[in-house]
C-alpha cells in the first residue's frame, strides 16, 4: 500500500488582534454570544454606576446584584440546559412548567409537617425525610419526562404535540388536587438553598454550575452526548450507523424531567411555598429563548451547553437592566423577544460571512 | 401532429450529454426511447419539455420551429411531461387536481367546484376512465394516479405526452391499466414517448423504438423487426469498455459459509430471497430502480422489519432487531444517497469517521478519544483520505473523499459481511478506481464477504465474482463466468426469464 501524502498543513498566517477577532467571529459559533453577554455586562456596571464611598461597597453592591440575578435564574437555568439537550435531538418540550409545578407539589406533600404530610405521617422526619423526599421527586420527574419520551419514541406522537398535552395534564391535574391546601415545608428543607456559604446565599447558583459543568462534560465526550447531535443532524444516517435513535431520544426527555424536578425543588427550597396556577408559566418559552440566543439550532444537529448558560445570563442581565431603567414590567417581554430574532440574526449573518 | 428533433446538442461543462441527436415522432405513435442510465435519455426529454435548453439544434412541431424556453411554454404546444414523481397533490380530490394551478373561478372569484367536477367527468368519459373524481387522489393506487395525470395531460389537449419509466412502481395489474390507457391515448392520435429499462413492456406496447447511447442515436427502427436480446446490445454496445479487476479464484474455492439468507420476504418490497455468502468473496446485487434490493439488505442490517424467512450468520441464526446490534454481530452496511443516509452534516470528518464504534469502546460512556484517532489514522492511510483537519466538517470534502469516510466508520466496526450500497455513487472517475481496488483488496486480504448493490452492471462485472440480478423484489438469475456481461444482466434486470416462461405457457 502506497502511504499516503502527508496531507499539507495549514499555513499559520500571522494575524493582527483585529483579524484574529474576525477569525473567531466566522469560526468559533459562541464567541459572538460571548460578545453580546460582555457588552450587556459592561451597560449593566455602567448603569449601577460608581457613585458609592469606597470601592469596596461598590463592589459589595455589584456581586449582591450579581447573585440575585444568577440566583433568581438558577431554576430555569438548569431547565435551559436541558431543553438545549431535547432541541439538539430536533425536539421541544412544552411541558416544563407543568412539570415543575406536579414535581414541586409532590416534593411538597411529602415533605408537609401537617397531618397530610406523606413522609411524616410515616414517622420519618427531618434530614432522612428530605432526602428521601430529593430522591423520590426526582425519580418522579425521570418518570414523567420518560412518559412524554415514550409517547414520542412509541406513539410516535410529534414531540410538540406529546409535550403540549403533558403541559395541560401536569397543570390541572396538580391544581385540583392541591384546591384550598396549604401546606408546611420543613425549615431544614429550605436549608438547600438559603444555606449560606462565607455569608453568601448561592447554594442555587452551585446546582446551576454543578449541572453545567456535567452535561457540557455529557455533550462533549459522552457517547450519549454526540449521538444526541447525530441523531438531530441526520436521524436516518445516525440509525444507519448503529445508534438506538429512540433510546438516545427517550434519555434526552427524561433527562428533562429530572432537571425540571431538580428546579422544582430548588424552587420549593427557596420560597418554601409554590403557586400551583402561576409558578413555571412561560418558564419553556424562557428555555428555549436562552437555547436559541446561546446558538443552538431549532432543527437540531447543533447545540451548546455553555452558549445555553451565556443566553440565560444575557436574558438575565437584560431583565436587571429593564429594571435599573425603570422600564414598565409589560414591556420587558417585548425586549426579551427582540433580543432571540437579533441573535438568531447575528448568527445567521456570521455563519454566511 | 409531427414532433421532430434535429441535432440536438447539449453539455453540461465538459461533460457532453447529447452529441447531435435527431429523431421524429408521429402522432397516434408509441415510441420507446431506451438507454442505459447517463445515456442522455433525461436530458433529451427535458430539453422537449421546456425543462431545460439545447445548445444548438432545432425542434420542428409540423415543419415549424418552436421554442420553449419553460415547461408551461411546451404544455401550451401540446407537450405533457409526465415525471416519475408525479405532480398531484394528496389531500386533494381529483377533479381539483385537474385544474391544479388553472382552477375554474366563477365570476365571483370563487373556485367553480361544478365546472371542474362536470369537465373532469366529460374527460373521463372520453378516455374511457371508470373513476369517481370526488375521489381523495391519497386513496387512489399509482396507477390511477398516472391514469389522472395523463388526463389532465388530455384536458389541456396534449397531442404528445412523455412518461418517464411510467410502470417502474407499479404492479403487473396495475400496468396492465396503464398500458390500456396508452392505447386510448393511441386511438385519439396522441404520440406517446415512452421512457423505460423494461423490454418486454416495451416488446408489449410500443411501436417503434429509439435507443441512446453516450448521447448518440445509435439505433431506432420498428418494434416489431427486432428482438429484447437485440434491443439490449443496443444500450450496453458490443465494446466492452473496461477490463474486468475479477481475480483468478473460482467462487467455488471461497472460505466458509459466513451468510446465509432463507425465504426472506417483506410482501411490499422483496419476497422468497435464498443465497449464501462466503468469506473472501464479492457478491454483486444489481437490477434496475425499484427492484427491492436496498430494502433487502437494509432488512437484514436490522434497519427494516423482516415478515418471515431466516438469517444465518456462520451458521446460527440471526435475529437483529435493531443496526447496532447487526454491527456487533460483524454486518456493516453503507447506504446508497450518501447525503441522505449516511452524512452528518453537523459533525466533523472525524465524528462521522468514529460514530459506529462510540459504543464499542467507551470507558463507562465517555468516548474513548484516542482509540478511535489510532483506528481512524490507520483507516486514513489505508483509505487515502484526502483531508485537512480531522476537526474540519465533513462536507468541505470532495464526494469520493466523504464516501472513502463513510466506509472508514464501517471498517472500524471489523465486519465479516460488508454491503456496499451504490458505493460509488457521486463519487469521481479516480475515487471510483481507488473504491474498486479497496473492495478487492477487502476481500482478497482480510477475507472479508462483501456485497457490493449496483444499478451499474459495468460495476458487478468489474468487480464481482459473481451477481444476483433482481427484478420486482424476486432474484431473477444468477449470473457467474462468462454469463455474467451486460447483455445477460440487462435481460435478466428487464424481467427476461420472466418474459421465456409466459411464451411458454401462452404457446
Not at chain 1, 144 to 151: H, N
Not at chain 1, 161 to 187: D, K, W
Not at chain 2, 111 to 140: A, G, H
Not at chain 2, 264 to 287: K, M, N, Q
Request: proline share 3%.
Amino acid at each position: 500500500m502506497i502511504p499516503s501524502p502527508s496531507p499539507t498543513p495549514p499555513v499559520k498566517q500571522k494575524r493582527t488582534f483585529i483579524e484574529g477577532l474576525k477569525h473567531r467571529w466566522s469560526n468559533d459559533p459562541l464567541f459572538s454570544v460571548l460578545i453580546a453577554l460582555i457588552i450587556m455586562v459592561i451597560l449593566q456596571t455602567l448603569t449601577l454606576g460608581f457613585d458609592y464611598g469606597s470601592f469596596g461597597e461598590w463592589l459589595q453592591a455589584w456581586t449582591n446584584n450579581w447573585i440575585n440575578i444568577l440566583r433568581n435564574n438558577a431554576g430555569v437555568g438548569i431547565v435551559a440546559l436541558g431543553m438545549t439537550f431535547v432541541i439538539m435531538t430536533g425536539g421541544i418540550d412544552l411541558s416544563v412548567g407543568s412539570t415543575l409545578v406536579i414535581t414541586g407539589a409532590f416534593a411538597m406533600y411529602l415533605l408537609d409537617t401537617g397531618a397530610s404530610g406523606i413522609l411524616g405521617g410515616l414517622g420519618i422526619t427531618g434530614v432522612p425525610a428530605i432526602m428521601i423526599t430529593i430522591v423520590l421527586v426526582m425519580a418522579f420527574g425521570i418518570l414523567l419526562g420518560g412518559l412524554i419520551g415514550v409517547t414520542i419514541t412509541k406513539g410516535l406522537v410529534p414531540p410538540f404535540i406529546a409535550t403540549l398535552g403533558a403541559m395541560m395534564i401536569f397543570r390541572s391535574v396538580t391544581q385540583h388536587f392541591t384546591q384550598g391546601y396549604n401546606t408546611t415545608v420543613p425549615t431544614e428543607f429550605l436549608q438547600l438553598s438559603s444555606f449560606k456559604i462565607g455569608n453568601l446565599m448561592i447554594m442555587p447558583i452551585i446546582y446551576w454550575a454543578i449541572i453545567a459543568a456535567i452535561l457540557y462534560y455529557v455533550s462533549k465526550r459522552t457517547v450519549f452526548g454526540r449521538q444526541i447531535i447525530a441523531v438531530g443532524s441526520n436521524e436516518r444516517a445516525a440509525k444507519l450507523s448503529g445508534v438506538n435513535v429512540n433510546k438516545v431520544k427517550l434519555r434526552v426527555y427524561a433527562l428533562m424531567g429530572l432537571l425540571v424536578s431538580i428546579a422544582a425543588i430548588i424552587q420549593v427550597s427557596r420560597i418554601g411555598s409554590m403557586d400551583f396556577s402561576n409558578a413555571g408559566r412561560g418558564m419553556e418559552m424562557d428555555a428555549i429563548a436562552a437555547a436559541v440566543v446561546g446558538g443552538t439550532h431549532m432543527l437540531g444537529g447543533r447545540g451548546f451547553i455553555l452558549g445555553t448558560v451565556y443566553g440565560m445570563l444575557i436574558i438575565a442581565v437584560m431583565n436587571n437592566l429593564l429594571n435599573l431603567f425603570g422600564v414598565p414590567p409589560f414591556l420587558r417581554e417585548a425586549f426579551k423577544g427582540l433580543i432571540v430574532i437579533v441573535a438568531v440574526l447575528l448568527q445567521r449573518k456570521s455563519e454566511q460571512g | 401532429m409531427k414532433i421532430e428533433m434535429q441535432h440536438i446538442v447539449k453539455s453540461f461543462g465538459s461533460n457532453h450529454v447529447l452529441k447531435d441527436v435527431s429523431l421524429s415522432i408521429q402522432g397516434g405513435e408509441i415510441c420507446a426511447l431506451l438507454g442505459e442510465n447517463g445515456a442522455g435519455k433525461s436530458t433529451l426529454m427535458n430539453i422537449l419539455g421546456g425543462v431545460i435548453q439545447k445548445d444548438s439544434g432545432q425542434i420542428l412541431m409540423d415543419g415549424q420551429e418552436v421554442i420553449f424556453e419553460s415547461p408551461s411554454e411546451s404544455l401550451d404546444a401540446g407537450i405533457a411531461f409526465i415525471h416519475q414523481e408525479l405532480n398531484l397533490v394528496n389531500d386533494l380530490p381529483i377533479y381539483e387536481n385537474m385544474f391544479l394551478g388553472r382552477e375554474l373561478k366563477t365570476k365571483r372569484g370563487n373556485l367553480d367546484l361544478k365546472r371542474m367536477y362536470q369537465k373532469t367527468v366529460e374527460i373521463f368519459e372520453k378516455m374511457n376512465v371508470d373513476l369517481d373524481p370526488r375521489r381523495m387522489v391519497r386513496d387512489l393506487d399509482a396507477s390511477y394516479k398516472q391514469i389522472v395525470e395523463i388526463c389532465r395531460a388530455m384536458m389541456m389537449n396534449a397531442s404528445m405526452i412523455i412518461m418517464d419509466e411510467p410502470t417502474t412502481s407499479l404492479t403487473d395489474t396495475e400496468i396492465e391499466r396503464v398500458f390500456q390507457m396508452m392505447e386510448t391515448l393511441k386511438e385519439h392520435h396522441v404520440g406517446i414517448i415512452f421512457i423505460s429499462h423494461k423490454l418486454n413492456e416495451v416488446m408489449k406496447i410500443c411501436d417503434k423504438y429509439f435507443v441512446l447511447r453516450d448521447g448518440i442515436l445509435v439505433s431506432e427502427g420498428k418494434v416489431s423487426e427486432v428482438t429484447t436480446k437485440e434491443l439490449a446490445s443496443y444500450m450496453v454496445g458490443f465494446d466492452v469498455r473496461t477490463e474486468s479487476l475479477r481475480r483468478e479464484k473460482e467462487p467455488d474455492d471461497m472460505g466458509e459459509e459466513v451468510l446465509r439468507v432463507e425465504n426472506l420476504t417483506d410482501a411490499e418490497h422483496f419476497r422468497d430471497i435464498h443465497f449464501t455468502l462466503h468469506a473472501g468473496e464479492i457478491l454483486g446485487v444489481t437490477g434496475l430502480l425499484g427492484d427491492g434490493r436496498s430494502e433487502l439488505f437494509q432488512a437484514i442490517f436490522g434497519a427494516r422489519p423482516i415478515q418471515s424467512g431466516k438469517i444465518y450468520l456462520h451458521g446460527k441464526e440471526m435475529n437483529s432487531k435493531s443496526t447496532y446490534e447487526a454491527i456487533k454481530a460483524g454486518i456493516a452496511y453503507l447506504p446508497r444517497n450518501r447525503k441522505e443516509n449516511a452524512i452528518l452534516k453537523d459533525m466533523s470528518i472525524f465524528e462521522n469517521a468514529s460514530i459506529t464504534t462510540w459504543p464499542m469502546f467507551a470507558k463507562r460512556g465517555t468516548i474513548d478519544t484516542s482509540k478511535h484517532q489510532q483506528i481512524f489514522k490507520e483507516q486514513r492511510d489505508k483509505l487515502q483520505i484526502k483531508m485537512r483537519e480531522w476537526t474540519d466538517s465533513i462536507t468541505s470534502l470532495s464526494g469520493g473523499n466523504q464516501q472513502k469516510v463513510v466506509l472508514s466508520k464501517w471498517l472500524a466496526t471489523n465486519p465479516r459481511v460488508l454491503i456496499l450500497d451504490n458505493p460509488t455513487q457521486g463519487v469521481d472517475v479516480g475515487a471510483k478506481e481507488d473504491i474498486y481496488d479497496i473492495i478487492i483488496q477487502l476481500a482478497e486480504e482480510e477475507n472479508i464477504a462483501v456485497i457490493v448493490l449496483s444499478s451499474e452492471a459495468q460495476e458487478v462485472i468489474r468487480v464481482c465474482d459473481r451477481a444476483l440480478v433482481m427484478y420486482h423484489g424476486v432474484i431473477q438469475g444468477e449470473v457467474r463466468g462468462n454469463d455474467m456481461n451486460e447483455n445477460m444482466i440487462m435481460h435478466l434486470a428487464t424481467g427476461g426469464e420472466l418474459k421465456i416462461k409466459r411464451r411458454e405457457y401462452q404457446s
